[in-house]
């Protein structure tokens, strides 16, 4: 397979090497010694940058069961996925997307190794691979980023860069193993270093042109000091393969969740306690506001860290950690990159005046990933709903609001794909199930078990403090 990454990297190179070549030289036969010369050591800084990546980048496979697709039977079938991670830890902690681990059962890693003494990078050097089993260390599938940890020591791994720092035009190189080829390089540019495709969801991306495949995803998208800037998600493709859009998590997102889900198996959602609106005209002149654009505090919650902070209604937000806001969408975004106890300056205009309030984020008590910690994918998964299941019990109670009625379950997550119930919601309350009170988990699991598909079902949940019933058929 490094024989295939060689001719990748050569083949791209061709194309940017053109670009270097003055105009006077196009349509001679040969360049001259010293555009030769220049070219030379512009491949080789490539050459050497791909020799140092590389090690880092792992080849994911997985296998599980999966819905049969279009069956309607709600049968399961063996499946097997392939996808890319990258070592960020000399003990065997890799980060890989969370989609890439989607049904999996069991998981393994196929670290590259150098097969002889001769440098990495060299001509003709050849490489070695072997299988490793894997383990979950955690989910985040609010940013699609996963932690994964095998038993091997003094491993090879990728430096974290800034991603505050990524500039629209520079370039960038994507490794993984698209279409299960390993260790795979290409080269692009950056297109946009913030791009929110979802205006509810705070989650930004690097989107880049390097072009990425299938099997890319979870791999890393590095600078030209190969550095991590980004972990390759997803692609935007009509059909199926690159087409110049991909999209990569920023690093200091990345960074962010890597910490968190190391250190406690989840990921820990900040809280500020405040309301935002977007201004308008009518807006501005109703209220005199300085300007007739950006963000407001429409409500500061009583008690929270911006009113305790000082942060007060109709303050204008400039910045949130030196990063300008416009809209609320970068608002969400530029908060998401910020840890729990971390304190960020708010720079805001109030009275005609520029202000500057540090404020201490504190952790959500909704936060939707709260209870993953305590699932057991073997003990806890309803496979026939898509959801896992924790039993109501002294381990969690304080997560539970006061309960209105008896609950024996409480969804914990979940499952992205087709198979998912998608009227559930992390933290719903099951209390009844066809009008028969839900007295545990194992009971919930018998009485799902003596429904045929197609059956109807009516589950009696409580969430947020209300009783509603959730109707859909048996899958």
Known sequence: MMRNRYFVLCAVLSVTAASFVS????????????????????????????????PAVVRIMTSGYGPVEGSGSGAFTSQRGTGSGVILDRDGVIITNAHVLEGASRIRIVLTTPSSTESPGAPGHATRSRAVPAKVVGIDSATDLALLKIDETNLPTLEFGDSDLVRQGQLALAFGSPLGLD????????????????????????????????????????????????????????SGGNEGIGFAAPSNIVRNVY???????????????????????????????????????????????????????????????GKPIENVREFSAALYQHAIDEVVDVEAIRDNRKI?????????????????EFVNQEKNLIREWGIFVLPV?????????????????????????????????????????????????????????????????????QRQGQLMFVAFEMP
Request: aromatic residues 4%.
């Open 23 to 54: 105009p006077s030289a196009r349509g001679q036969a040969d360049p001259s010694p010293q555009e030769g010369a220049s070219l030379t050591r512009l491949s080789a800084s490539f050459q050497g940058l791909a020799a140092r990546v590389s």
């Open 183 to 238: 260790n795979s390089v290409t080269l692009g540019v950056v297109s946009s270093p913030t791009r929110q495709l979802d205006p509810d969801e705070p989650m930004v991306y690097i989107q880049t042109d390097a072009p990425i495949n299938p099997g890319n995803s979870g791999g890393p998208l590095v600078d030209v000091q190969g550095k991590l800037i980004g972990i390759n998600t997803f692609i935007l493709s009509q």
């Open 259 to 321: 910490e968190q889900l190391k250190k406690d198996g989840h990921v820990h959602r900040v809280y500020l306690g405040v309301q935002l609106q977007t201004v308008n005209p009518t807006l501005a002149a109703g209220l005199h506001l300085p300007q007739d654009w950006g963000v407001m505090l429409s409500d500061v919650t009583p008690g929270g860290p911006a009113d305790k902070a000082g942060l007060r209604i109709a303050d204008i937000v400039l910045k949130i950690g």
């Open 356 to 372: 500057v309030i540090p404020v201490k984020l504190v952790k959500r008590t909704d936060d939707p990933n709260r209870f993953l």
């Open 393 to 461: 019990d002294q381990n969690f109670v304080d997560m539970l609001p006061t309960l209105r009625k008896p609950a024996g379950a409480v969804v914990a997550a979940r499952i992205a794909g087709p198979s998912a119930v998608t009227d559930f919601t992390a933290g719903d309350l099951i209390c009844e199930l066809n009008g028969q009170p839900v007295e545990d988990v194992v009971a919930l699991k018998a009485s799902i078990a003596k429904l045929n598909s197609d059956d109807p079902v009516v589950v009696q949940i």
